[in-house]
């Protein structure tokens, strides 16, 4: 069943928002300060990252924010 989460930080300046509109999905929406500018990303149902995933989160976040600027 589809319900919504708790928000929880994972990354520095980025706040992560669970919020899941399917019935099998979890992804937390990440926005750096403005909604317009958010990163949906998929787990497995636990919700646990690798680190290998965490680092790619970081590259992407840095790629996504110099492509906006």
Known sequence: MAKQGLGIALITELMAVKNTFRDDLDYYALQSGTPQQE????????GIMTHPVQRFIELFKEHFLNSIN
């Not at 990163?39 to 636990?46: C, E, R, S």
């Open 39 to 46: 990163i949906a990303v998929i787990t497995n149902g636990d």
